[in-house]
């Protein structure tokens, strides 16, 4: 409606010179809204990366606090593990050296290669949560 209305008043000026003012005018006028709507846009895009930059620092924020949950329930729980893990390798090691039958002695051996398998899995779950937390605690 507004470009209707400048065009009805360009085309009724009689001199030319004026008409061609007009128009630059009218040009003009088109790029300076042109302008004005992509700053209104710029700001409301800025505004929404400013909300989802909180959003993801809140999330950021979530995933750190239960990350070090976990680390730190690996940790204890590695370390509920380590002391049964050492009595059970003494009583293998004690009956070990013991007279016995093949079978039992295969047995036993076989617990044992179990036992120290449980063992390394629960030393690398320390050494991971060890690397873990003081790796978090650097970038702090």
Known sequence: MHDGVEHVLISHVNDEEVRK????????????????KNLE?????????????????????LLR??????????RETSHEFINPLSIIKGY????LMHELSEEHR???LNISENV???????QDALEVSYYTNNEG????
Do not use: G, N, P
Not at 21 to 36: A, F, G, M
Not at 65 to 74: A, H, L, P, Q, Y
């Open 65 to 74: 606090e239960e990350f070090s949950r976990r680390v730190k329930f690996m």
């Open 116 to 122: 120290e398998k449980i063992s390394q899995l629960v």
């Open 41 to 61: 846009y710029q700001k409301e895009l800025e505004k929404e990366v400013e909300e989802k930059t909180a959003e993801l620092e809140d999330a950021y924020k």
């Open 21 to 36: 003012h007009l128009q630059v005018i009218d040009e003009h006028l088109h790029v300076l809204i042109s302008e004005q």
């Open 106 to 108: 295969r047995r036993l």
């Open 92 to 95: 293998l090691t004690l009956l």
């Open 137 to 140: 605690r650097d970038k702090k």
